[in-house]
């Protein structure tokens, strides 16, 4: 007895060391491999509890050693049998409780990266087709909406949500991980949903009351207008200030040309396109919550704004992973009840 519990020490004093209770083994994990402690547990109570003859009856206190003890003393051979099946069943429901999985290979899971709300500007204005070449012009919505889409698809890991307005500011998607659907109704925002003035303010105040009580350095505000707060009961400075108590950065991009060609019965005439947009308030907005203002003139300088903010506010690069857990409890409960079905066929034939 002594040298089979050194046996069984030896064995498992060669597994690696127990972390947080579990013991790993390659791929397989033991959940709470402690209970293999409880292995040698009826050879122990074998000794300490009272023999066969005695008054007091084991039968209730470990049915195991009871039924050895009412084994034919005819056939030692059978008895042999009869005790390696009981310590197999003992194993294998050792096994089973200790919790076994099978893990499989790492997968990478997104890491939480920033909060980032895309507030954009549906009024009016924004109908204006200035923002492509003069032999192909282009409606500003247009360019934002597509422009906006593809930098959303590369916030890998951000948590992205999406704040339409114009007269009124609507939160079209909270924040998710999900940015395909966020980009899908970036593309279905029509112009005139939220009215056609320019609440800027209301728009920022709306993107404070969503990301004020998340995780502070990692929320960032990304405004697209072409105008001035025409509208809202919030006036911008004033949404500044408590986006900036909250810890908040706002990058500002006022969109549309600032020259454009237009015919008239009078011949081509030169007209400033973007003489409604404030730079000024867009600009105090962003200086007063650590962002930056930038102008977006034509297509092309807004994709390069994109690109900027992509480096001023890069993704998370390192992913975390995780190893998806298949539960083994199935195998040795099967065994179990195998080695169960062998020790009624043995005792009937014995009988």
Do not use: C
């Given at each position: 007895?002594?040298?089979?519990?050194?046996?069984?020490?030896?064995?498992?004093?060669?597994?690696?060391?127990?972390?947080d209770?579990?013991?790993?083994w390659?791929?397989?994990?033991?959940?709470?491999?402690?209970i293999?402690?409880?292995?040698?547990?009826?050879?122990?109570?074998?000794?300490?509890?009272?023999?066969k003859?005695a008054?007091?009856t084991?039968?209730p206190?470990?049915?195991f050693?009871?039924?050895?003890?009412?084994?034919p003393?005819?056939?030692?051979?059978?008895s042999?049998?009869?005790?390696?099946?009981?310590?197999?069943?003992?194993?294998?429901?050792?096994?089973?409780?200790?919790?076994?999985?099978?893990?499989g290979?790492?997968?990478?899971l997104?890491?939480?990266g920033?909060?980032?709300?895309?507030?954009?500007?549906?009024?009016?204005?924004?109908?204006?087709?200035?923002?492509?070449s003069?032999?192909?012009?282009?409606?500003?919505?247009?360019?934002?909406?597509?422009?906006g889409?593809?930098?959303?698809?590369?916030?890998v890991?951000?948590?992205?949500?999406?704040?339409?307005?114009?007269?009124?500011?609507?939160?079209?998607?909270p924040?998710?991980?999900?940015?395909?659907?966020?980009?899908?109704?970036?593309?279905?925002a029509?112009?005139?949903?939220?009215?056609?003035q320019?609440?800027?303010?209301?728009?920022?105040g709306?993107?404070?009351?969503r990301?004020?009580?998340?995780?502070?350095?990692?929320r960032?505000v990304?405004l697209?207008?072409?105008?001035?707060?025409?509208?809202g009961?919030?006036e911008?400075?004033k949404?500044?200030?408590?986006?900036?108590?909250?810890?908040?950065?706002?990058?500002?991009?006022g969109?549309?040309a600032?020259?454009?060609?237009?015919?008239?019965?009078f011949?081509?005439?030169v007209?400033n396109?973007?003489?409604?947009?404030?730079e000024?308030?867009?600009?105090?907005?962003?200086?007063?919550?650590?962002?930056?203002?930038?102008r977006?003139?034509s297509?092309?300088?807004?994709?390069?704004?994109y690109?900027v903010?992509?480096?001023?506010?890069?993704v998370?690069a390192?992913?975390?992973?995780?190893?998806?857990?298949?539960?083994?409890?199935?195998?040795?409960?099967?065994?179990?009840?195998?080695?169960?079905?062998l020790?009624?066929?043995?005792?009937?034939?014995?009988?």
């Amino acid at each position: 007895m002594p040298e089979f519990l050194q046996l069984i020490i030896q064995q498992l004093s060669t597994l690696p060391s127990l972390s947080d209770g579990a013991m790993y083994w390659g791929a397989l994990e033991l959940r709470w491999a402690w209970i293999l402690l409880l292995l040698p547990l009826p050879f122990l109570l074998r000794l300490v509890l009272p023999a066969k003859n005695a008054s007091v009856t084991i039968a209730p206190k470990l049915p195991f050693a009871a039924a050895l003890d009412e084994l034919p003393e005819s056939s030692a051979s059978t008895s042999r049998g009869m005790g390696w099946l009981f310590l197999l069943l003992w194993l294998f429901l050792l096994l089973a409780a200790a919790r076994p999985h099978w893990l499989g290979e790492p997968q990478p899971l997104p890491q939480a990266g920033r909060d980032l709300l895309l507030a954009v500007d549906l009024s009016g204005s924004m109908q204006t087709a200035d923002m492509g070449s003069s032999q192909q012009p282009r409606r500003r919505v247009d360019a934002v909406l597509e422009l906006g889409g593809d930098f959303i698809a590369r916030r890998v890991g951000d948590r992205v949500g999406l704040i339409l307005f114009g007269t009124q500011a609507y939160l079209q998607s909270p924040l998710t991980f999900d940015r395909n659907t966020v980009r899908g109704l970036l593309s279905e925002a029509e112009l005139g949903l939220a009215g056609d003035q320019t609440a800027i303010g209301d728009a920022l105040g709306l993107a404070v009351k969503r990301l004020q009580d998340l995780d502070e350095n990692r929320r960032v505000v990304v405004l697209l207008t072409d105008g001035e707060n025409t509208a809202g009961a919030l006036e911008p400075a004033k949404a500044a200030e408590l986006a900036a108590v909250a810890g908040l950065k706002i990058y500002t991009i006022g969109i549309g040309a600032d020259r454009m060609v237009q015919q008239s019965i009078f011949g081509n005439q030169v007209i400033n396109p973007s003489r409604g947009l404030d730079e000024a308030t867009l600009k105090e907005i962003a200086a007063a919550t650590g962002g930056r203002y930038f102008r977006a003139k034509s297509e092309r300088e807004l994709s390069q704004i994109y690109s900027v903010l992509d480096e001023l506010e890069p993704v998370e690069a390192d992913a975390e992973t995780i190893r998806p857990r298949r539960s083994l409890l199935h195998w040795p409960l099967l065994a179990a009840l195998l080695a169960t079905a062998l020790l009624l066929i043995r005792s009937r034939r014995d009988w």
